[in-house]
T-cell receptor, first 111, second 115 residues
Framework: SQQGEEDPQALSIQEGENATMNCSYKTSINNLQWYRQNSGRGLVHLILIRSNEREKHSGRLRVTLDTSKKSSSLLITASRAADTASYFCATDETSGSRLTFGEGTQLTVNP | GAVVSQHPSWVICKSGTSVKIECRSLDFQATTMFWYRQFPKQSLMLMATSNEGSKATYEQGVEKDKFLINHASLTLSTLTVTSAHPEDSSFYIC???????????FGSGTRLTVV
């Protein structure tokens, strides 16, 4: 399966700072989702943005989607040490079809 | 709602043995289950797609005789790693689409270590 690209691969910031992660994909999409994964654990769904949406907010999370550039960004504001995890974007081409994951960004928030 | 229960959460087995991983949809019917594998510090790669009552579809490069998938009911899909070798050590995770609500629900994953 094709993998999207995420950048940066690793990001280290101080608590209270904002973290921005970017994701690019290759095919047309139905929607794009962001997941968090703590080390050695399962995935936690963070937010879903549909292909006809451009921006979405959920708490400290802000997601943007630019379908013309086939890219998305995830912004975590006022980061906390507990936000330390890997973050993945994932896309599906149609509802209920397979998800294609990006390569992930390892975020470290230093207290 | 829309919970997928995956067991075991971790397993250690000897080379040459087989390991079965189960994913159960607890409060919805999962006609489709996706099986992913994740190596350390890498992303999730789709291995196969199972559909209730029919043969699974495997991704290119995934040996169907080694990774046996059974989806005999609407609430249970299993992945059996046969004749496991150390290179099969990985994190395996299942996922089902939540057709009534949209999105996907994931199992908690299985850490397989083959020694």
């Amino acid at each position: 399966s094709q993998q999207g690209e995420e950048d940066p691969q690793a990001l280290s910031i101080q608590e209270g700072e904002n973290a921005t992660m970017n994701c690019s994909y290759k095919t047309s999409i139905n929607n794009l989702q962001w997941y968090r994964q703590n080390s050695g654990r399962g995935l936690v769904h963070l937010i879903l943005i549909r292909s006809n949406e451009r921006e979405k907010h959920s708490g400290r999370l802000r997601v943007t989607l630019d379908t013309s550039k086939k890219s998305s960004s995830l912004l975590i504001t006022a980061s906390r040490a507990a936000d330390t995890a890997s973050y993945f974007c994932a896309t599906d081409e149609t509802s209920g079809s397979r998800l294609t994951f990006g390569e992930g960004t390892q975020l470290t928030v230093n207290p | 709602g829309a919970v997928v229960s995956q067991h075991p959460s971790w397993v250690i087995c000897k080379s040459g043995t087989s390991v079965k991983i189960e994913c159960r949809s607890l409060d919805f019917q999962a006609t489709t289950m996706f099986w992913y594998r994740q190596f350390p510090k890498q992303s999730l790669m789709l291995m196969a797609t199972s559909n209730e009552g029919s043969k699974a579809t495997y991704e290119q490069g995934v040996e169907k005789d080694k990774f046996l998938i059974n989806h005999a009911s609407l609430t249970l899909s299993t992945l059996t790693v046969t004749s496991a070798h150390p290179e099969d050590s990985s994190f395996y995770i299942c996922s089902a689409p939540r057709t009534s609500r949209g999105g996907y629900t994931f199992g908690s994953g299985t850490r397989l270590t083959v020694v």
